[in-house]
């Protein structure tokens, strides 16, 4: 119970670092683009870090078809795919923020946010 507590110290000490660190990391996803694509890249859509749309592109010989339902069928995959594509960016900038932190647990907890993973390296590294 007592390695309980020094965690829970280290980590109130740590607060103004944390906080620091997620409105650098929250800028940071703001900033970057990530790009979903279906239909053989007929329909693509940008979205930022943040889970942002900020473009959807259909090509012109899709919208000339008419085929509705299957323009809003590869808007929707786009959209998941590039939505996915953002939760594990920001999944990896947590776990990078968290590793560098070196509170023990606190991989463990973020997982328990969405954000998996947080203890292992990441690939490449």
């Given at each position: 119970?007592l ?18 660190r997620?409105?650098a ?13 279906a239909?053989?890249g ?10 942002r749309i ?10 000339v078809?008419?085929?509705?339902e299957?323009?809003?069928e ?6 998941n ?8 960016v920001a999944?990896?900038?947590m ?5 560098d932190?070196?509170?023990p ?11 998996g993973?947080?203890?292992e390296?990441?690939s490449?590294?």
């Amino acid at each position: 119970m007592l390695r309980g507590l020094g965690n829970i110290a280290k980590l109130m000490g740590s607060m103004g670092e944390i906080q620091s660190r997620m409105e650098a990391m929250k800028q940071t996803l703001s900033e970057l683009k990530v790009e979903g694509s279906a239909g053989g890249g007929m329909v693509t859509v940008i979205a930022t870090g943040t889970h942002r749309i900020t473009q959807v592109r259909i090509e012109e010989s899709l919208l000339v078809s008419g085929d509705r339902e299957m323009i809003e069928e590869l808007v929707a995959a786009a959209t998941n795919q590039v939505l996915e594509k953002a939760r594990q960016v920001a999944a990896e900038q947590m776990s990078q923020m968290a590793g560098d932190l070196e509170i023990p647990g606190i991989g463990d907890a973020l997982s328990r946010f969405g954000f998996g993973g947080m203890d292992e390296t990441p690939s490449g590294t």
